[in-house]
Structure formats: structure tokens, C-alpha cells
């Protein structure tokens, strides 16, 4: 009886830990992957891969596209920029930023936590993220089923690594500036950012946010459906872990710049 009570109490141990363990690895891919749960339960099927500006004559719901600047070419003068590229493997030193654009998109789909955007037939677009190659993973062709839906105009200025603060501030908060030519374009809009944003990301879009442009903070699960949706490009030329530089226009870094600088008094 005694090792029959020890071998039940060993396996009621166990059992606990093993939910223990689970426990912390849902915990820990609901922190890392915001995506996670909504994805589990959900098949691929955004299979297909699209751009605003090379499918533009075929790509389902594109009502405008805007082109807002002018191409950035040259060379990598900054010696710490040069030796990094050289660490790399890169020979060629030289860049070309595409222009800044934005566009705008009928019935479109937004995956908030990380600004993927998909046009109403499903289709990813390339330009929604800066990082092109994650949208061949798995983990980017869900289903969507039915998400709710939001009336109105709407935009994301997020991408895949808006925690990171050279990401946050090189990406995505200069696209803020796109936005303040696209209220011009499409009237009022409102900013959907995730509801776990950081302080430091609310604080910031306070003071870079242009007017017209309101700040809507909605759930960091899953997929929302967009009457109207404003994607508004990324104004670099690449980022560090793709062997390239962050090129930017330089209307896009003085907007940012002078908005923090102006508010910390710096």
C-alpha cells in the first residue's frame, strides 16, 4: 500500500509540473509570439504574397497609391558604418532608399500586434513589413475566419520588431510623418496600436502623432478587418540584421527629431 500511495503521489508531482511547464510556455509565446493563441487554432491561409506597387492594377481593394518622396542613392561614408557592412560579408557599400508611399486599401486585413497587412482576397503585402522574408513562415499564413470589423478609416505604423528601440524609432515612428500628408489625402484616421504597447511607444506617438491622426488602443490578439485602411511604407533602405543601413528621408528624420527633441526640451 505504502509504495502503491508513493507511486500515486509521484505521478500527482508530475502531473502538476508538466501543467507547469505548459503553463510557462503559453505564458512565455503569448509574451514573445502575441500572435500565438489566435494562430494555434487557425490553418494557413494567407498563402499568397503581393505588393502595393508592383501588383497595383490587379491587388484586391487598393483604391489610391501615393508615392511622397524621392529615391535616396549613395555611398556609406560613416567609417563604423563601413566596418559593420565589411563584418558582414558586404563588398558593395553603396544604397538605394526606395521612396516614401502610402496607399490606401478597401476591406483590408490587419494583423495588429505586428502591422501585417493583407488586401481583402487575403493576399500579404510585401510592403507591410520591413523584414520580407518572415511572411514566407508558417507562422504568417493564418486563416483569419472572421474578425471584427472596423468602420471608418484607419492605419499601423507597427512592424515585426517595434519592441526594439532603434527598430521603434528608425521604422516605425518616422512613418508618422507619412501619415500627416496622408490626412490631406483621405481625411481623419485613427492610429490602432496594440494594447501592450510600452510607455515608452505611447509616449513617443504623443509627441510625433500629427493632427487629424487619433490613437485607438485595441487588443494585441489577433486580426481586425479595416473598411479602410492607410499603409503607409517603410522610408529605409534596410536594417542592420539584413546586412544593410536604416536609409532615411531626411523630411522623415527631421519630423521625428525636432517633434522628441521639442518635447524633452533637448
Same mark, same amino acid.
Given at each position: 500500500?505504502? $509504495?502503491?500511495?508513493? @507511486?500515486?503521489?509521484?505521478?500527482?508531482?508530475?502531473?502538476? !509540473?508538466?501543467? &507547469?511547464?505548459?503553463?510557462?510556455?503559453?505564458?512565455?509565446?503569448?509574451?514573445? #509570439?502575441?500572435?500565438?493563441?489566435? $494562430?494555434?487554432?487557425?490553418?494557413?491561409?494567407?498563402?499568397?504574397? %503581393?505588393?502595393?506597387? +508592383?501588383?497595383?492594377?490587379?491587388? /484586391?481593394?487598393?483604391?489610391?497609391?501615393?508615392?511622397?518622396?524621392?529615391?535616396? &542613392?549613395?555611398?556609406?561614408?560613416?567609417?563604423?558604418?563601413?566596418?559593420?557592412?565589411?563584418?558582414?560579408?558586404?563588398?558593395?557599400?553603396?544604397?538605394?532608399?526606395?521612396?516614401?508611399?502610402?496607399?490606401?486599401?478597401?476591406?483590408?486585413?490587419?494583423?495588429?500586434?505586428? %502591422?501585417?497587412?493583407?488586401?481583402?482576397?487575403?493576399?500579404?503585402?510585401?510592403?507591410?513589413?520591413? /523584414?520580407?522574408?518572415?511572411?514566407?513562415?508558417?507562422?504568417?499564413? =493564418?486563416?483569419?475566419?472572421?474578425?471584427?470589423?472596423?468602420?471608418? +478609416?484607419?492605419? @499601423?505604423?507597427?512592424?515585426?520588431?517595434?519592441?526594439?528601440?532603434?527598430?521603434?524609432?528608425?521604422?516605425?515612428?518616422?512613418?508618422?510623418?507619412?501619415?500627416?500628408?496622408?490626412?490631406?489625402?483621405? %481625411? &481623419?484616421? +485613427?492610429?490602432?496600436?496594440?494594447?501592450?504597447?510600452?510607455?515608452?511607444? !505611447?509616449?513617443?506617438?504623443?509627441? /510625433?502623432?500629427?493632427?487629424?491622426?487619433?490613437?485607438?488602443?485595441?487588443?494585441?490578439?489577433?486580426?481586425?478587418?479595416?473598411?479602410?485602411?492607410?499603409?503607409? $511604407?517603410?522610408?529605409?533602405?534596410? +536594417? #542592420?540584421?539584413?546586412?544593410?543601413?536604416?536609409?532615411?528621408?531626411?523630411?522623415?528624420?527631421?519630423?521625428?527629431?525636432? =517633434?522628441?527633441? $521639442?518635447?524633452?526640451?533637448?
Amino acid at each position: 500500500m505504502n $509504495s502503491y500511495l508513493q @507511486t500515486f503521489r509521484q505521478n500527482l508531482r508530475f502531473r502538476g !509540473r508538466l501543467r &507547469e511547464i505548459r503553463a510557462i510556455k503559453a505564458n512565455t509565446l503569448a509574451r514573445v #509570439v502575441p500572435s500565438y493563441y489566435s $494562430s494555434y487554432y487557425l490553418s494557413r491561409h494567407f498563402s499568397r504574397l %503581393g505588393s502595393v506597387y +508592383t501588383d497595383a492594377t490587379s491587388l /484586391c481593394g487598393l483604391a489610391d497609391v501615393q508615392v511622397i518622396g524621392a529615391a535616396l &542613392e549613395g555611398e556609406i561614408e560613416n567609417a563604423d558604418d563601413r566596418r559593420h557592412i565589411e563584418t558582414l560579408g558586404k563588398q558593395d557599400l553603396s544604397y538605394r532608399a526606395p521612396p516614401a508611399t502610402i496607399c490606401l486599401l478597401e476591406d483590408a486585413y490587419l494583423h495588429v500586434p505586428d %502591422g501585417l497587412v493583407a488586401a481583402c482576397d487575403h493576399t500579404i503585402l510585401l510592403e507591410s513589413t520591413v /523584414c520580407q522574408r518572415y511572411n514566407y513562415s508558417n507562422g504568417y499564413h =493564418r486563416r483569419v475566419g472572421a474578425p471584427p470589423k472596423i468602420h471608418g +478609416t484607419v492605419t @499601423t505604423i507597427w512592424g515585426i520588431w517595434s519592441t526594439n528601440h532603434f527598430h521603434w524609432l528608425v521604422e516605425c515612428l518616422p512613418r508618422l510623418n507619412s501619415l500627416a500628408r496622408s490626412v490631406e489625402l483621405y %481625411g &481623419e484616421m +485613427t492610429l490602432l496600436a496594440p494594447d501592450n504597447a510600452t510607455a515608452l511607444q !505611447r509616449e513617443t506617438i504623443t509627441h /510625433c502623432l500629427p493632427d487629424g491622426v487619433r490613437v485607438d488602443y485595441v487588443s494585441h490578439r489577433g486580426w481586425i478587418q479595416a473598411e479602410r485602411l492607410v499603409l503607409p $511604407s517603410f522610408a529605409i533602405d534596410g +536594417t #542592420v540584421s539584413d546586412g544593410t543601413r536604416a536609409v532615411m528621408p531626411p523630411e522623415h528624420r527631421d519630423y521625428v527629431r525636432d =517633434r522628441l527633441m $521639442s518635447a524633452y526640451e533637448v
